[in-house]
């Protein structure tokens, strides 16, 4: 069975870090791009980042880019997000994706991680 | 980039089918066949209802199939159930190497 569990999640002050984890179990985690996803209580699903199964290729949405940064370890079965210079607008909750083809879709999710950036 | 375009709300009885559109451009869903869809309940996270526009994953009830025609898809669900109530997001894979959702979908069943 496919697992993906967050963690490293909490409240941070603006312009603080904070890095998530994302443990994967259950399937060859080196075959598949990993991505992250986010969702504010309430509203939508927003894309945030994505890094190919050898980091040969990585994304981001642009409205994270230059303060976020993706990482995988494929001997520990690991995909980080180092989130840096945090704002308001990034408090949502945190969803580590596999993705399959690439970006074609996103078939397993984990359970999701809070971050809320307030003072 | 703004989200993939659904509406806000969508509603049907019991054994009724709906249809849930989602609308993108040239760039997004009139330029790749990879629509998914996905169902979130709430507190829950979402999951894979249909990919590559119409495939369904194992364990998925037929009842769900997709379709695409330019630049929008669309989500069926036929025979509602009172447990089809949710939030549905379309998402495409875009020409900039992203992927987009749409603003998702609240399936009321009366």
Known sequence: EVQLVESGGGLVQPGGSLRLSCAASGFTFSSYWMHWVRQVPGEGLVWVSRIKEDESEINYADSVKGRITISRDNAKNTVSLQMNSLKAEDTAIYYCVRGVGGSRYFDSWGQGIVVTVSS | ?110
């Open chain 2, 1 to 110: 980039q703004s989200a993939l375009t659904q509406p806000a709300s969508v509603s049907g009885s019991p054994g009724q089918s709906i249809t849930i559109s989602c609308t993108g451009t040239s760039s997004d869903i009139g330029g790749y066949n990879y629509v998914s869809w996905y169902q979130q309940h709430p507190g829950k996270a979402p999951k894979l209802m249909i990919f590559a526009v119409s495939d369904r994953p194992p364990g998925v009830s037929s009842r769900f199939s997709g379709s695409k025609s330019g630049n929008t898809a669309s989500l069926t669900i036929s025979g509602l159930q009172a447990e089809d109530e949710a939030y549905y997001y379309c998402s495409s894979y875009t020409s900039r190497k992203n992927s987009l959702f749409g603003g998702g979908t609240k399936l009321t069943v009366l």
